[in-house]
């Protein structure tokens, strides 16, 4: 009976506690597409991957235009050529290799570029839903853009147009 009353009470207040929190979600995906400075930013990275992408094709390409010249010759070719023209072709796929990775591997080139260009704005995004929850007492805010957090969201605690208000974006 005791355990009984004991497990009532913590019930009780474990439901009152956590109906005392003001919690509010947000898109951030949805704050950033309205966002001028994240779409120029976007802009910016997309021709500078395209332009790194397109340098290591033409390194791809020309390791390509070696080994079909190579296949060509090969039989006309001594064995001491024929072995440095094959150190030639896999010297510049290595090469390609690695310039891939310094331009959009972990913590390549790409990532830095995102990581000087996209900073800022998150940063202004993060402070403003900080004053969004100290404005309105909110003791969470959840992130439903990432799908993985969230599994539902009422549409009423939406925020995100609040938080346009805030950065000036929005009426």
Do not use: C
């Amino acid at each position: 009976m005791k355990k009984g009353w004991l497990l009532t009470v913590l019930l009780v207040g474990t439901f009152s506690v956590v109906q005392a929190q003001r919690y509010a979600v947000i898109d951030s995906h949805y704050i950033l597409e309205h966002m001028p400075e994240y779409q120029t930013a976007q802009k910016k990275l997309d021709v500078i991957s395209k332009q790194w992408q397109q340098e290591v094709q033409a390194k791809l390409q020309q390791a390509n235009q070696l080994y079909m010249q190579y296949n060509a010759e090969k039989v006309m070719l001594t064995d001491t050529l024929r072995k440095k023209r094959q150190d030639e072709i896999m010297n510049l796929e290595k090469q390609a290799r690695e310039l891939q990775q310094q331009r959009f591997g972990y913590e390549g080139d790409l990532f830095k570029e995102r990581e000087e260009l996209i900073k800022p704005i998150q940063d202004k995004i993060y402070a403003a839903v900080q004053k969004l929850a100290a404005q309105n007492m909110y003791d969470f805010v959840l992130d439903k853009s990432g799908g993985i957090t969230v599994f539902y969201a009422d549409p009423k605690l939406d925020k995100s147009d609040d938080v346009l208000k805030i950065l000036g974006l929005k009426n």
